[in-house]
């Protein structure tokens, strides 16, 4: 994985904050009312006194008798509840699968390749260079940023975007369920618990991410906006029953499908012995011979998670490792922001 | 080498395992989608790696075999001729019509140049081979078969063409001689490499051919060069009359062929004596043929060289006919018989007078005379007609000499007196029983001694003997009176009677020998048998007789190229002078005529005219005969059939190993069967083909 050198302490592995500048002006906000502690800038189902006024409702029994408006029952002779709006602070919870499945890189491993790299190379990297020598220099670095680095990234965003707009942000990892859960906060300091968690994981095994979404939906007390970082290479139904907890109680859940592009599009080896990252079963295989009955397989796999978490009212967004993650963020916010996701 | 090559087909083996094997080991997210995909593949997709191995193994297996020059033969004579090596046999035409030339190749070239392909399939040391020229006179090259091809190959490049025409069946049988004496039971091949003239081939028996042929003799037919384009030829010079007299108008004519298929115009030229005289443009259409002639008259006695010829064109061989004339001052008649001419009352007393009745150079014929007994060959050749004025037995070489002039076109008019008629007809048609006489001689009546006679009475007065004839005449002819005559019995068919007498009996009849005519008159001149010398119709009788078995015009085809030529009529020699000799067209002496003595002329012999042209016998500077040789007009005809045609006409003679054309893939022979390397390249193509299918096919 490329190394970053912080110098200064405000940059990270995955957070780059002059990155950052290109979300100067952009809110992250949920499109669905949300429950905070304090006061904020987001819609919440909460009413209250002493905030501005919204509307009058006729009282229904069980309605408290002191939101009875008695001026207006004076002058009108009819019970009316008083509603005042509520703003609220938001709580996004970043869920990052770490999984083994999020730890490929390309065929070459995450070593980033470089034209003078392949030249002054050894044999090994002159192939690497001849498997990636169709795609062009300025995608080559993304291609070998592995599908957690990507999420990480996308996900130390969004949590700063949070952060700076003065919302709190949790992170959960989920590895054979949910493997670390750090607290909604919403300080700096906070921030950089969360990029070190991120840093400091270990990327294997299953990430169980139905049992993840199960916990945390059963830790998450009030509603807010989940966002799921994750390849879904896992069984669909558990996973699409474990979110329908979390829209259940009230939260906003978008799913972003981080893929790597040799998923998409199978690189361009003839031979090679294929190892399942996680389950360790091998295969020997023609990438050519089954080039177009797998990308055929696997566009029907995404088409399928897109349909299904749209049925569900859950946003999908597939993120693939050859969009630089801030275009892909900005995509989405874009989308959000005008309604279509 | 073989077993090398062989080595070649582990290539796409170990590049089938190297491909097999793994490059690199790939730790991928998820392969349940990636054995999903390979599980979908058809079985065929996943054994296209073993149809691939396959298909390359095979193409180079076959690109190997290929090099290795593999053969075929069911045969497992020839199978085994492999180690035996082969006995070859190269028979190549010579002839004339080789020469021609077409788009600039010659049929010399193309004749050297397969003949080269030929050797060059052939091992030195291993094979055997040999040339047979096929010409008139068909000889091998070498005299006997030679494994030392070097030799051969010198042979052929100093091939030179001949002015002849080929004698294919003399060659062929030449060649199996030469293959069954020297073959030594080796696998025996002829090979034929010839224009395929038609007309030439048209002319061999090929069950005879094939007769001469060693048992089991493959027959390979090489294709023929192409033929002259646009060849117009010229030939059957001849000139009228045949014996032509100073000053006297001769006709000189020749034959002028097209064997173009489009309209021609031929310049043709009179030249005599080297001198171009004469020019006449006659128009040609395709195909056709037209006699072109010219009127000349000599000035001189003797010998001239007449050469009619046409403008150069793709056949240079058949552009001039070349005529020999020999002008006299007055034509000869032949008078044979013994008794006194100058002696009153005598057969050939009135004969003499008849033929030549001016007694002098005036007359137009000179009578020779001649006792029975006298070898005269060289002095008939030129006579108008020869008279036997009586019946006595004829010397042997003379008898010989009378026969050959009748049976080559000349006229002899016998005349019976009281001697042996039956044997003398005998003897002159060739009846050795005296059967097959035109008529048999039955009775000689002597009306004489009864103080009879008998007259003519009937005759017809329409055949060319008595064209002549006014009524006058005949009134006159009529009044002679004969004493005595033969009775004639058995008239065959052949025997055309021209005059009979009063009873009835035939007195003048006319037949054919040979091209020649004998006239046959059953009396005598002689004073005591007939009153004929005493009537000037006997001059005119004598007169129109000559006229008529005089034939009408000389020349023809003569000598050809290639065959013997005999020249006689050799006059003024001087014994103490120098030596004859014959000289050639080309001006040269030709060293193997011989000159030999036939009674009292000399004849000169060459063993083969090699060229067409003129063939003079020359003494000092002095000429003293002249023959020409005419190329065979059959030369000429273009016409071909194919190598197909020719192999077939040799298999439906009982030929059973005939090959057409020779291969190109594998060579012109097929020494130890037929080549299969063409097939395999083929084959090999095929393969990498199908190769090149089954990877796009699957690749789409």
Wanted: charged content about 20%.
């Amino acid at each position: 994985m490329p190394e970053t050198v912080d110098t200064t302490g405000a940059n990270h592995r995955y957070l780059r904050l002059q990155e950052m500048a290109r979300f100067k002006n952009v809110v992250f906000s949920p499109r669905h009312m949300v429950t905070g502690a304090y006061a904020g800038r987001h819609a919440s189902p909460q009413r209250g006194h002493s905030v501005e006024f919204a509307d009058y409702r006729e009282y229904m029994p069980g309605d408290e008798v002191s939101d009875v408006d008695w001026k207006l029952y004076g002058r009108s002779d009819k019970l009316f509840i008083k509603l005042f709006e509520h703003y609220s602070d938001m709580s996004v919870t970043l869920l990052i699968d770490s999984s083994a499945s999020m730890r490929y890189a390309g065929v070459n491993g995450g070593r980033k390749v470089s034209s003078s790299d392949s030249a002054g190379g050894s044999w090994l990297r002159k192939a690497a260079s001849s498997v990636t020598g169709r795609m062009k220099n300025s995608s080559r670095a993304v291609l070998d940023v592995s599908k957690y680095d990507l999420a990480c990234r996308m996900a130390a965003a969004i949590g700063f975007l949070t952060i700076k707009q003065q919302d709190k942000v949790a992170l959960c990892i989920a590895r054979n369920g949910l493997a670390e859960y750090l607290r909604p906060g919403g300080s700096i300091s906070h921030l950089f618990k969360i990029l070190a968690l991120m840093e400091t994981q270990d990327v294997a095994e299953k990430a169980d991410l139905a049992t993840a979404i199960k916990e945390l939906a059963l830790r998450n007390k009030r509603r807010g906006v989940v966002a799921i970082f994750s390849d879904l290479e896992e069984p669909q139904e558990p996973i699409l029953k474990a979110m329908a907890m979390l829209t259940h109680r009230g939260n906003e859940v978008v799913v972003f499908q981080v893929l790597h592009q040799d998923e998409l599009k199978l690189p361009d080896l003839s031979d090679a012995l294929i190892e399942d990252s996680e389950t360790g079963q091998r295969v020997r295989l023609n990438m050519d011979d089954i080039r177009e009955a797998y990308e055929g397989k696997i566009r029907q796999r995404v088409d399928s998670w897109s349909a299904a978490l749209r049925a569900k009212r859950i946003d999908h967004n597939l993120i693939p490792t050859t969009v630089p993650y801030y275009q892909a963020l900005q995509r989405y916010l874009f989308n959000r922001a005008g309604g279509v996701s | 080498m073989m077993l090398l090559g062989a080595l070649l087909v582990s290539l796409p083996i170990i590049a089938h395992l190297l491909n097999r094997k793994a490059k690199r080991r790939l730790v991928f997210p998820n392969i349940e989608l990636l054995r999903s995909s390979a599980a979908s593949q058809s079985s065929l997709f996943r054994l296209r790696r073993w149809i691939l191995l396959i298909l390359r193994a095979l193409a180079v297996l076959l690109i190997v075999a290929a090099f290795a020059r593999p053969l075929w033969s069911n045969d497992p004579a020839v199978a085994a001729s492999g180690e035996r090596g082969s006995a070859v046999v190269l028979l190549v035409d010579r002839s004339l019509s080789v020469q021609g030339v077409s788009g600039g190749v010659s049929g010399l070239s193309a004749v050297r140049a397969s003949s080269d392909q030929v050797l060059a399939e052939l091992t030195s040391g291993v094979e055997y081979a040999n040339v047979v020229y096929a010409d008139a006179a068909p000889a091998a090259a070498l005299p006997s078969m030679t494994s030392n091809l070097n030799v051969l190959r010198q042979e052929l490049e100093q091939l030179e063409l001949t002015e002849h025409r080929a004698d294919f069946s003399s060659a062929i049988a030449r060649a199996g001689q030469i293959l069954a004496d020297q073959s030594d039971g080796k696998n025996a091949q002829l090979v034929v490499l010839s224009d395929l003239q038609k007309t030439n081939w048209d002319d061999v028996d090929f069950k005879a051919v094939n007769a001469a042929l060693p048992e089991g003799t493959k027959v390979t037919v090489l294709p023929a060069p192409a033929p002259a384009g646009e060849n117009v030829a010229i030939s059957a010079p001849a000139y009228e009359p045949a014996i032509p007299m100073v000053g006297q108008a001769t006709v000189l004519r020749a034959k002028v062929t097209s064997f173009s298929s489009e309209a021609r115009e031929a310049l043709v030229s009179l030249r005599i004596n080297d001198r171009k005289l004469q020019t006449q443009t006659i128009r040609l259409g395709p195909g056709q043929a037209r006699e072109v002639a010219f009127t000349h008259g000599f000035e001189r006695v003797g010998d001239h060289r007449v050469a009619l010829t046409i403008e150069d064109d793709g056949l240079p061989g058949d552009n001039t006919a070349y005529l020999a004339v020999r002008v006299l001052e007055r034509v000869p008649v032949v008078i044979i018989g013994d008794s006194d001419p100058n002696q009153s009352g005598t057969d050939t007393y009135f004969l003499s007078r008849a033929v030549a009745p001016r007694g002098g150079t005036l007359d137009s014929y000179e009578v020779r005379y001649v006792t029975t007994q006298e070898p005269i060959a060289g002095q008939i050749d030129q006579a108008a007609v020869v008279i036997l004025a009586d019946t006595k037995p004829l010397g042997p070489s003379l008898l010989k000499t009378v026969r050959e002039y009748l049976s080559t076109g000349g006229g002899v008019i016998q005349f019976c007196d009281d001697g042996p008629v039956a044997d003398r007809l005998a003897s002159l048609v060739g009846s050795e029983d005296g059967k097959d006489l035109p008529w048999k001689p039955v009775q000689m009546r002597d009306l004489g001694a009864q103080g009879n006679w008998i007259r003519l009475a009937e005759a017809d007065w329409r055949s060319p003997l008595l064209r002549s004839f006014d009524l006058p005449s005949q009134e006159s002819l009529q009044q002679i009176a004969f004493r005595q005559v033969w009775r004639v019995a058995d008239v065959q068919d052949t025997m055309r009677v021209v005059m009979s007498f009063e009873d009835g009996s035939p007195a003048v009849g006319r037949t054919n020998i040979g091209t020649g005519s004998l006239v046959v008159c059953n009396f005598s001149p002689a004073l005591g048998a007939s009153d004929l010398g005493k009537y000037g119709s006997f001059v005119a009788l004598m007169h129109a007789m000559t006229e008529a078995l005089t034939p009408p015009s000389s020349g023809g085809l003569g000598s050809a190229p290639g065959t013997p030529l005999t020249i006689t009529g050799i006059t003024g020699v001087v014994a103490d002078g120098d030596p004859p000799r014959v000289v050639g067209p080309e001006g040269k002496p030709i060293p193997d005529a011989v000159f030999s003595t036939l009674g009292d002329t000399l004849v000169a012999s060459v063993r083969s005219a090699e060229r067409a042209g003129f063939y003079r016998v020359m003494q000092g500077d002095y000429t003293r005969a002249i023959a020409a040789v005419n190329v065979d007009p059959l030369e000429s005809d273009p016409a071909r059939i194919t190598e197909g045609e020719l192999a077939e006409r040799f298999k439906l003679a009982g030929a059973k190993a005939v090959h057409a054309g020779g291969g190109t893939t594998g060579g012109l022979l097929e020494l130890r069967g037929a080549p299969l390397w063409g097939w395999m390249a083929g084959l090999a193509m095929l393969m990498l083909a199908a190769e090149m299918f089954v990877v796009g096919y699957f690749r789409r």
